[in-house]
């Protein structure tokens, strides 16, 4: 398959995930990461799936990534913006960095990677875009309003984007994912996660694998009646 896709965060975690299996499907994969090289390096060793580094939430630095993606891989058909961090903190306690740096990645990205590559998507009349919100940005959590903020950020992006782009054969969607087994959720303190995980009615943590199967649906050339859409896998933890 000549299609090409674009993974934010795409050396860890669930970004991992969807890459290896954008990959296995047929895909011309590239990814992006920011800072953790020994991770991404132990990646590409694993995978063989090229890895770019810059900050996405660097609207030049995107728009300069996107460029050398294009001219080592080719044109980004397939952008699923992934990236996203945590600064968690109740609100009274939340500072304006811990606010700033959790929009900035996980709501700015989705604008500067997208309005980086949806020009040469018009232009080739192709184009898919999945957007990684949250089950947070659904229903809120205590200790993310910045984090909610961002999630839920997405998906009114995500629906303004699809009716610009509806009559150019591009697609934009959103997945909420829940709770899965990423670094990130480790990070969640041990207490808060048992509870949490508790209170998720399939009774386990999601995997990447649960996630990027709804990625490589949406990623396909027939999926160009779906868009606009939120895709929820979070095991029946919140139904929308
Ligand atoms: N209801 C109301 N208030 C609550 C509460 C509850 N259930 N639980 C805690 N609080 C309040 C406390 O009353 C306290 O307020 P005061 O200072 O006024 O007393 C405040 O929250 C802080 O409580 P603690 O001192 O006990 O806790 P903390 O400040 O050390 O940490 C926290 C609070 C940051 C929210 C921490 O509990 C936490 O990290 N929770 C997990 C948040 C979470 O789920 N993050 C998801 C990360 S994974 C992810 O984001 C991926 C994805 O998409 C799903």
């Given at each position: ?5 674009l ?80 600064r ?69 992006f ?39 995980v ?43």
């Amino acid at each position: 398959m000549d299609r090409v896709a674009l993974v934010t965060g795409g050396t860890r975690g669930l970004g991992a995930a969807i890459a290896v299996a954008l990959r296995d499907a047929g895909y011309r994969v590239a990814t992006v990461h920011r800072s953790n090289v020994d991770a991404a390096q132990a990646f590409r060793e694993k995978t063989s799936i090229p890895v770019f580094c810059w900050d996405v939430a660097d609207f030049s630095a995107c728009r300069e990534g996107i460029r050398q993606v294009e001219s080592e891989i080719g044109p980004v058909d397939i952008l699923v913006n992934n990236a996203g961090i945590t600064r968690d903190a109740v609100l009274h306690r939340m500072t304006p960095e811990q606010w700033s740096a959790v929009i900035l990645t996980n709501l700015g990205s989705v604008f500067n990677m997208s309005r980086n590559a949806i020009e040469g998507m018009r232009e080739r009349g192709f184009g898919r875009i999945v957007n990684i919100s949250s089950v947070n940005g659904e229903r809120g959590q205590i200790g993310q309003a910045n984090y909610a903020a961002a999630k839920a950020g997405i998906l009114g992006f995500t629906k303004s984007l699809a009716l610009e782009s509806a009559r150019k054969n591009i697609t934009v969607n959103a997945i909420a994912p829940g709770y899965c087994d990423t670094d990130m959720v480790a990070a969640v303190p041990k207490e808060v996660l048992d509870k949490i995980v508790a209170g998720i009615p399939v009774g386990r943590l999601g995997n990447g694998g649960d996630i990027a199967r709804l990625v490589l649906f949406l990623a396909d050339d027939a999926a160009s009646f779906i868009t606009g859409a939120t895709f929820d896998a979070n095991g029946g933890q919140f139904m929308a």
